[in-house]
C-alpha cells in the first residue's frame, strides 16, 4: 500500500475534530493533511488538536491579511480582528515611512505593513521595526519581519534603540488588553498555550495601554500616528489615554471584522 493510501480518510479526521469541539473541522483537518508529510505525522498533529493545542502551534504558522505568520509554541496567535490595526496603518502611512510594531507578538502586523508597501511602493517600502518583552514572540517575529535586525526584545520603548526616537511615522500597537480577571472566561487555546503576558492587561485591561500612551509622543515623529487595537467597550477609556498624552484621539471600528482601533495624531 502506498503512503498517500494510508492516509485516513478526511472525513475520519473530521469526525475526530468535530467531537473534540473544533468549530471548523473541516478547514482544519484540510490544514493538516496540507502540512503532514506522512501519515504519522498527521496522526501526532490531529491528536494534539484534539487534546487542546491550538491549531497554529501545531503546524507553525497562521495566515494574517494574506501573509503566513510563523507562529511558535506559546505566542500569541494573532486573531483576524486585528487586520482592521493593518488597514487603519495603510491608509495613513507613506512611502518609505517608519513603522514601529510594538507589543509585536509574532510581527503579524509589522509583516503585513511590510509586505502591503512593497506592492504599493516598490521602490520605498516602509521600514518596519518591531518589539516584544516576550524571548519565544520575539524569534517567531524576527522570522516574520523582512529585517530581523530590526526586531528588538525588551519591555516596551526600552527595548528601541535612541535612534528611533522622534523617528516613528506609524506606531502600531496591540498591547494585551484584557482584564485580568477576564482571563479565566476566554478559551483554553488562548489561557493554557498562549503567553500570560500577551493576553493579561491589568485590572481594566489598559494597563499596557497606559504605558504606551505616556510616552508615544516621545518616540513619534510630528506627523506621527499612534494607533492601539482595544476592545469597543475600552475604545472610549483608550481614547481618554490618548488625550491625555496630548494627543488627538478617533475611534475606527469594523462590524465585518468585530475590530476596534484608536487613532491618534499630535495635532
Known sequence: MSEIEDFPAVDAVVARLRAAGCVFAEDEAAVLFASAATPAALESMVTRRVEGLPLEHIVGWTEFAGQ??????????????????????????????????????????????????????????????????????????????????????????????????????????????????????????????????????????????RRVTTDAATWLSPDGHLLIETSEHQAPLTAALFAAAGLLPRIEHSDDLDGTVVVGSRD
Open 68 to 209: 503566513r505568520i510563523a507562529v511558535d509554541p506559546g505566542v500569541f496567535v494573532p486573531r483576524r480582528r486585528t487586520e482592521f490595526l493593518v488597514q487603519n496603518a495603510l491608509e495613513l502611512a507613506r512611502p518609505g515611512a517608519v513603522v514601529l510594531d510594538l507589543c509585536c507578538g509574532s510581527g503579524a502586523v509589522g509583516a503585513a505593513l511590510a509586505a502591503a508597501s512593497v506592492g504599493l511602493w516598490p521602490d520605498e517600502p516602509l521600514d518596519v521595526y518591531a518589539a516584544d518583552i516576550d524571548p519565544a514572540a520575539v524569534r517567531s517575529a524576527r522570522r516574520n519581519i523582512p529585517s530581523p535586525g530590526h526586531v528588538f526584545e525588551g519591555d516596551l520603548y526600552d527595548a528601541l534603540p535612541a535612534s528611533l526616537r522622534g523617528r516613528v511615522d506609524i506606531l502600531v500597537v496591540n498591547a494585551p488588553y484584557v482584564p485580568t480577571e477576564a482571563i479565566a472566561t476566554m478559551p483554553p487555546e488562548a489561557r493554557l498555550h498562549e503567553a500570560r503576558v500577551a493576553l493579561d492587561g491589568g485590572g481594566d485591561g489598559l494597563d499596557v495601554q
